[in-house]
């Protein structure tokens, strides 16, 4: 038993998963691969996901990946005892997961207000773009959304070119991360409190770290020398394809931005 605990540290947390295409479904798949039971609960038609290509390898591998580990239903919250159903699982359960449109649960009458009443050790987590409050609100988002609003896009690509959408879906990822971690950490504190708590996650709001701007994040001390900057073409990640500098890193590369202990430019390895 210690043992299995050891390896599945969440083995008794049970999560009601609501998650869609890519932000919900990983942070419930990172539950479940630390053990957790978690309830995958879809429309008649099956969640957005499985349509997102015609059927074959191309749709069905990236569901099955993140939804692996996971026990399916199906469930019609627009009906009377679909709700009904929906309450009775959630007397049982430590988490419910979602990251459908902000109010979107609310308008249904199963809420984070209503289902705290039924169970207040649940944890109610949602995934948005822009937040549950605030001027952007009810803004749709998916990833190359934030992507764009974020600044993301005004750093990838070419230098003389438009903003160009980074590759990987790494917005919703980044989001299904920051969904577990907090998810966890409500865990946690339940712990010591003994009740629930809302766990919210905005994929605009977790990308700010990120996008500081390096070219005014200063340190002094590091540049007292005041030594020539270092050219983007004597890195040696850059002398592998010199042709292909990106965006604003080139100019910020070949400009007066961070330095190290040596003077040399932070971008440089």
Same mark, same amino acid.
């Given at each position: 038993?210690?043992?299995e605990?050891?390896n ?6 049970t999560v ?8 919900g ?7 479940a691969?630390?053990?957790a ?8 038609h099956?969640?957005p ?6 059927p074959g390898?191309?749709a069905? *591998?990236?569901?099955? %990946?993140l939804? #692996?580990?996971?026990?399916? =239903?199906?469930?019609?919250l627009?009906?009377?005892? /679909? ?5 009775e699982?959630v007397?049982?359960a430590d988490?419910?997961?979602?990251n ?17 009443e ?15 409050s ?5 803004? *749709?988002?998916?990833? %190359?959304?934030i #992507?764009a609003?974020s600044g =993301? ?5 070419f230098?003389? /070119?438009?903003?160009?959408?980074a590759?990987?879906?790494l917005v919703d990822?980044?989001?299904g991360?920051h ?7 409500a865990l ?14 905005a ?8 996008r500081?701007d ?7 001390a590091?540049?007292?020398? #005041?030594?020539?900057?270092?050219r983007?073409?004597?890195?040696r ?6 042709h ?6 080139a100019?910020?590369?070949e400009?007066?931005g ?6 040399r430019?932070?971008?440089c390895?």
């Amino acid at each position: 038993m210690e043992q299995e605990r050891a390896n599945r540290p969440l083995s008794d947390v049970t999560v009601i998963d609501f998650g869609q295409i890519f932000q919900g479904p990983y942070a419930s798949l990172l539950l479940a691969k630390a053990g957790a039971f978690v309830i995958k609960i879809e429309p008649l038609h099956g969640e957005p996901g499985r349509r997102r290509a015609a059927p074959g390898k191309s749709a069905t *591998l990236p569901f099955a %990946m993140l939804n #692996q580990n996971k026990h399916a =239903i199906t469930l019609n919250l627009k009906h009377e005892r /679909g709700r009904a159903l929906l309450e009775e699982m959630v007397k049982r359960a430590d988490v419910l997961l979602e990251n459908f449109s902000p109010g979107t649960m609310d308008g249904l009458g199963v809420g984070w207000s209503r289902l705290r009443e039924i169970n207040p050790r649940l944890i109610y987590a949602t995934g948005t773009g822009f937040g549950i409050s605030g001027p952007d609100r009810d803004n *749709l988002a998916m990833d %190359m959304t934030i #992507q764009a609003a974020s600044g =993301i896009m005004s750093v990838t690509g070419f230098a003389d /070119g438009p903003p160009v959408k980074a590759g990987p879906t790494l917005v919703d990822f980044m989001g299904g991360i920051h969904l577990y971690a907090g998810i966890v950490t409500a865990l946690y504190d339940r712990d010591r409190s003994g009740t629930g708590r809302l766990v919210e996650v905005a994929m605009q709001e977790l990308l700010l770290p990120d996008r500081r701007d390096p070219a005014t994040h200063r340190q002094p001390a590091i540049r007292a020398e #005041q030594r020539p900057l270092q050219r983007l073409s004597d890195c040696r990640w850059a002398r592998r394809d010199p042709h292909r500098h990106r965006g604003a890193l080139a100019e910020l590369a070949e400009s007066d931005g961070p330095r190290g202990a040596e003077g040399r430019s932070a971008l440089c390895d």
